[in-house]
């Protein structure tokens, strides 16, 4: 028998004890109900929810009190749908004075069908959330109660199944929790919550699953757990904005305290820097830490060439060596390889980084890549791929070997982590990825941010055939033959035996000037160069 919790609005916003601006609140409502100051709603019980109806606000949402924020949106789903279809209507208010019903009601729609509709899963896609930590709180509706789903942020899966019509029926809203990791679908349900989260971007999906049980949805809300203000995170005894960035995982500021963060030079495996290479010549060899690497074209005019155009100042740390010259991989399908025990990554720490800037991004573009062993017939993809995808986003990613399925056949083993940067054309990007053989993590880093992380990974195989898994830089491999060349000037292409930290890195800012016009070069500076938003410490 299905188990509900019924709470009003003054026990739940008791529960919640949150400050006014602490929370933003969003509803997918054709008809616009759950708008203004005097209209409450939601499990933290608040006024001022954003309404995809009448004017459909997806940037700088505004939080409980009206205020505009940093807060943007978009979101996907087959269709739009209220509990109440086939024959939509307002339910209209709660008895408890709250809009709870109204909330539940309208949904973005979405689920499996034997006919295979294009999307099959409903989502909100976060960015610029104007918090330090938080919750979110996502509201599911459906039509129908007894439906399978699970609901996700990219980490933490619940499973559920549908209340549907019960939810508004009645003369309050039924709001119900699940806490269901487990897979079970046991629990009916049309909220859940993810706690304690950090960071200015999340995702949030609904999936389905099974055919013709269809759900999504109804909204969501953020709110505000801790801002960072005051805790002396980073163990320099003083409570400062640069406090924030590490709370956020954005980078250590040690770089700009004491810019003295080089790796070990013992450590590294490779360093590209094309400083022995001529502006506008062709590059038809390079010699680097005694790795020779070769170019290769189709024609002499498709090599990269030496070019002029680098990173600038502001692109680089004040201590990173010092660069005149990069490689221009845009003439054609030209690249450079290297055979495979120039360096092992696979022996325990690495990290692979590069400066990047891109005449063209169409189509899947690698920067290094591992060929796979020939004479390895169980797959067609490379070892390695440290590229920009067909979407524009960047990734590592890598195969950590094969599973013997026991009959003849194998199960592929690959991980990978992927960027929340867009890359766009005459830009140019810093690109790290760190495997932590300790951690067993794989980290992907754009610009010194932290943008995505993997964790309880294997490392990449290691090299079984050196004559043919070699690196190259430029392409990929696919099948046996040189893929996804790259249409691009690159700089300081290094590969390590350690799994740097941000402040290791070639591509850090430099202490922060006054970029934001303030009067002071201070933290608040950093975030603006790194392009992410202030979390409200003073």
């Known amino acids: 028998m299905p188990r509900y919790t019924i709470l009003s609005a003054a026990v739940l916003t008791t529960l919640a004890g949150v400050a006014q601006a602490d929370v933003v609140s969003w509803n997918y409502d054709r008809y616009g109900t759950v708008t203004g100051a005097d209209h ?39 269709n739009s749908w209220t509990v109440n279809e086939p024959t939509p209507a307002n339910p209209g208010p709660d008895s408890d004075g709250t809009y709870n019903r109204e909330l539940l009601n309208g949904y973005l729609n979405a689920g499996y069908a034997p006919w295979g509709p294009p999307i099959t899963y409903s989502e909100v896609a ?41 939810s508004v029926s009645g003369a309050d809203a039924v709001l119900a929790q699940t806490t269901d990791t487990a897979g079970t679908y046991a629990t009916t349900a049309n909220y859940a919550v993810f706690s304690g989260l950090l ?68 450590d590294i495996l490779s360093l590209i820097d094309f400083e022995d290479q001529t502006v506008g010549s062709n590059i038809d060899f390079v010699d680097e830490h005694g790795n020779f690497w070769f170019g290769y074209a189709a024609t002499t005019a498709e090599l990269p060439v030496g070019s002029a155009d680098v990173p600038g100042s502001t692109d680089r740390r004040a201590n990173a060596p010092a660069t005149t010259v990069s490689g221009d ?79 003849g056949t194998y199960t592929e083993v690959r991980t990978g982590a992927v960027s929340q940067t867009v890359a766009a054309p005459g830009q140019w990007y810093h690109v790290a990825a760190v495997y932590d053989a300790t951690a067993r993590t794989l980290s992907l880093y754009i610009n010194s941010k932290l943008e995505s992380q993997v964790t309880d990974v294997d490392n990449i195989m290691a090299v079984t055939d050196p004559f043919s898994q070699f690196y190259s830089v430029g392409r990929g491999f696919w099948d046996g033959n040189p893929v996804d060349n790259l249409n691009a ?50």
């Open 40 to 78: 409450f709603a939601g499990v933290v019980s608040v006024a001022n929810w954003n309404n995809t109806w009448p004017d459909n606000p997806v940037t700088d949402l505004i939080d409980d009190t009206g205020t505009a924020t940093t807060l943007d949106i978009t979101y996907s789903s087959f």
């Open 126 to 166: 976060l960015s610029d959330i104007p918090y330090g930590q938080y919750d979110i709180i996502v509201y599911f509706s459906s039509d129908v109660a007894g439906r399978a789903g699970d609901i996700t942020d990219g980490t933490t899966t619940y499973s559920f199944n549908t209340v549907g019509p019960a």
């Open 199 to 266: 960071g200015h971007t999340q995702t949030i999906q609904v999936q389905m699953r099974d055919e013709d049980q269809w759900a999504g949805i109804a909204g969501f809300q953020i709110v505000k757990t801790a801002d960072a203000c005051g805790n002396d995170y980073n163990g320099d005894l003083s409570a400062d904005f640069f406090d924030l960035l590490d709370y956020l995982g954005v980078y250590d500021e040690g770089g700009c305290d004491a810019p003295t963060g080089n790796p070990n030079p013992g």
């Open 329 to 407: 991989f845009s003439p054609g399908f030209g690249y450079l390889e290297v055979e495979g025990d120039a360096f092992e990554l696979a022996g325990g720490d690495w990290t692979i980084e590069t400066f990047i800037k891109f005449a063209d991004t169409g189509g899947y573009q690698t920067i290094l890549g591992r060929d796979r062993d020939l004479l390895d017939l169980r797959g067609a993809g490379a070892d390695l791929y440290f590229q920009k995808m067909s979407d524009n986003h960047f990734r590592c990613d890598y195969r950590i070997g094969w599973i013997d399925n026991g009959d």
């Open 489 to 538: 000037v690159i700089d300081d292409l290094r590969v390590t035996a350690a799994a740097l930290t941000p402040n290791e890195f070639l591509g850090l800012p430099d202490c922060p000037s006054d970029v934001d016009g303030d009067g002071d070069a201070d933290a608040d500076d950093v975030l603006q160069i790194i392009g992410d938003v202030d979390a409200g410490c003073p």
